[in-house]
C-alpha cells in the first residue's frame, strides 16, 4: 500500500458542554496542525499516489471553511461536542468530498483509504481513518 | 476508526543480556518518549475517544512505576532483555489494566485497540500495538 | 552561558482588532506551545541551572491563569491585541514574577537572562528574551 | 504486533515528466530523511523485533546506493517518475533484499511487515508499506 | 527583545566543487526547510514584531526564486559552493532586500535584526544572523 | 555571524546526589539527543563553517567517550552531579579540545563559538555555549 500525506493547520475558538471537560466548558481555543494521510495499492501513470500539489490546495481548501473561527457558532457543528477526534472526522468528511467533486483530479479516483490526524499539542493528537 | 493518542517519558537504567547488544550489554540508560494512541470505532455520548485528561493521568501513573530505576533490578522484569519493543509491551499490559481497573472511566469499555511507541533517540523507536 | 528550557501549552481562544490581521479579526483561538528558556553564566551547588521539576512545575502554574480562556475577557489584557509575541512578553513577565517571590527556589536567584518563545503552529512562533 | 523503527537520510537530484508536474519538470533536488519501520507478531530470543545497530547499518547501505547522485541518471529508474512514493517503494525493495541476502541476521526471518516513509519537508511525505 | 519566526520550504539541485566535499561534488540535491526569525526591540502599534501573514508570503515569494531549480546553472551563484550556510546568507539578502523594498509593509522598518536557518536534514542545518 | 549544527545521541545511567533530585536521586538514565552549533564571522574558501561530515564524525567520537555507561562510575566526573547542563557543558569541552587536536581540519581554526544542547525529552533541554 502507498501513502502520501500533506500537512497544514487551522486555529479556532470553541467549547465543551458536560463535566467530562472541566476548565475546557469554557470559552477557549486550539491550533490544529492537520495531517491527511491518503492511500491506494498501486500509483497512477505519472508515478503518483496523488499530486501533492493539488492535495495540499484542496486540503487549504477545506480547512479555509474553518479557520479564523468560533466553532460554537457553526450550524454544522449545533448541539456537537468539536472535540478534536470529531474535527477530524470532519475534516475527513470535507476531504472526501471535495475528492468525490474532483478537486485532486481524475487519478484521484484510484485513493482506497485515507487517515487525517489532528495535532492539538506537542503532548496530544486525535485521528480518523477511513475507506475513501 | 478514531483515535486519540497522548504523550509523555520516563527515564531509566539497564543493560542487556546477549553478544547481539554490544557495547549495550554494559550499565547505561535511556529516555522514552512515549505515546500511546486509543482506538474505537465510535466516538461516545461526549464526542470523545477517550478524555485526553484522565488517558494523560493514567498514562502517567504507568510511567511513574518505570521511572528514575534500574530495570536490572526490576523483579518484574527478572532474566528478560528490557529492549525498546519489550518495554512498549510492557506500558501496553499496565495502560490495559488500568483501562480494566476503569482508571479511564466507564467510556472506556469502548476502546477497541492500542498502540503503544516508545521513542528512544531522534533516529530510533519501538511500538507494541495490540487489541485492549 | 549555561541554558536549561521546559516545555508545556495552553490553549485560549482571541480576536485582532486592525485591518492588518484580516480574516483573524474574528473570534477564533490557537494553542500555544511553550518554551522556557533559563540562563545564568555558572551553575549552582548541585550543577543546575534551575531545577527542571521546579521550573516546570511555576510555569504551569502561570499558563494555569491563561488556560481554557478567552483572552478578549481578561482585563490584564484590555485594549490589546493578544498576539503571539505579546504573549510571549506576558508569559515572560509571569514567570520572571514567579522567580522573584521564590517559587523556583533561592538557587534561581543567579538566574541572569530568559527566553520564553510560544509556536503556534508548525509554521510559525514568536518570542520574547529579556534579563531576569 | 511489534514494531521497530529507523532513521536516516539521502540527498538526491532528479526531475519529472508530465504536465501534472509544473515547476518540479525542471531539475531539482531533495534530502529524503528515511523512517523504515519493521513489524513481527513475536519478539525473538534476545527480545528484539531487530537489533536496531544491523537494521541501521543496512539501511544505511541501501541508501549509499541512492545518496549524492542524479537519479535521472540511474539505469534503475530509467523512464520513471522518481516520485516520493516511488521512491518509497525502492527502498522498501532494496531493504527486503538485504533481509534476505541475511544482512540483519538469522533473526530476521521472522519480521513480517515493513513501512517505508520518506519525508521530503517538513509538510509532506510518503510511503510503501507490504509484506516482507 | 522580541522575535517572530516563519517556515517554509525549497528544493534544488546542485554539486560542490572540491576534495573536501567527497561524494557531494556529485549533482545531488536537497530539500531546505527555512526558518526566518525576525526581531526588534519593541513591537509596532498592533502589538506585532512583523505580520506572519506578509512574513510568509515574502519568504515564499524569496524561495520562488531559488526552488525547484539546479544552483549549478545560477548566474547568481557562479563560481560558488552553494552550501548550506552559504544558501542561509542568500536567503537572508532576499529577505533584507524584500523588506526595504516595503514587502512587508512600513511597519518592518523597525525590524532590528534576522537569522536564517536551513535545515537539511533531521541531523543538520546551517544558519546565518545579522543586522537588517 | 554563520553557523553549522550536527545532531547525533548518547545513552547512558547516572544517579544525582542532594534532596533537590527527588526520586532521581536512585540510579536512573537518559537519552541525550545533542545538537552542536558551530559559529564564526566568515566562510572559509569552500565555503563552509565547517565540514559537516568532519563535524559529525568527531562529534560521534566525542559521544563515544560517554555512550553506553555508568556515568556514576566516570573518574572523570567523580563526586559531580551530572546534570543535562553540566553534560552539556563536558561535550562543550571535549569537542573544543577536538577542534584545538586538528580534527576539524585546519579550517575550523576559524571557529569563534560553540553552544552544545542535550535535550533529554520532549518537554526538556539543557544548552552551554561558549568562546571556542
Given at each position: 500500500?502507498?501513502?502520501?500525506?500533506?500537512?497544514?493547520?487551522?486555529?479556532?475558538?470553541?467549547?465543551?458542554?458536560?463535566?467530562?471537560?472541566?476548565?475546557?466548558?469554557?470559552l477557549?481555543?486550539?491550533t490544529?496542525?492537520?495531517?491527511?494521510?491518503?492511500?491506494?495499492?498501486?500509483?497512477?501513470?505519472?508515478?503518483?499516489?496523488?499530486?501533492?500539489?493539488?492535495?495540499?490546495?484542496?486540503?487549504?481548501?477545506?480547512?479555509?471553511?474553518?479557520?479564523?473561527?468560533?466553532?460554537?457558532?457553526?450550524?454544522?457543528?449545533?448541539?456537537?461536542?468539536?472535540?478534536?477526534?470529531?474535527?477530524?472526522?470532519?475534516?475527513?468528511?470535507?476531504?472526501?468530498?471535495?475528492?468525490?467533486?474532483?478537486?485532486?483530479?481524475?487519478?484521484?479516483?484510484?485513493?482506497?483509504?485515507?487517515?487525517?490526524?489532528?495535532?492539538?499539542?506537542?503532548?496530544?493528537?486525535?485521528?480518523?481513518?477511513?475507506?475513501?
Amino acid at each position: 500500500m502507498y501513502s502520501v500525506c500533506v500537512r497544514d493547520h487551522f486555529m479556532v475558538a470553541h467549547s465543551f458542554k458536560g463535566e467530562t471537560f472541566g476548565p475546557a466548558q469554557r470559552l477557549h481555543g486550539a491550533t490544529y496542525v492537520v495531517d491527511v494521510e491518503f492511500r491506494r495499492p498501486a500509483l497512477d501513470a505519472d508515478g503518483l499516489v496523488v499530486d501533492i500539489g493539488r492535495a495540499a490546495a484542496a486540503l487549504h481548501a477545506v480547512l479555509e471553511t474553518l479557520n479564523y473561527r468560533n466553532l460554537d457558532d457553526e450550524p454544522a457543528f449545533a448541539g456537537r461536542n468539536t472535540t478534536t477526534e470529531f474535527l477530524a472526522r470532519a475534516v475527513f468528511d470535507r476531504v472526501r468530498d471535495a475528492i468525490r467533486a474532483g478537486a485532486l483530479g481524475e487519478t484521484a479516483r484510484g485513493l482506497a483509504r485515507m487517515k487525517v490526524t489532528l495535532h492539538e499539542s506537542h503532548a496530544a493528537w486525535a485521528a480518523f481513518e477511513g475507506d475513501v
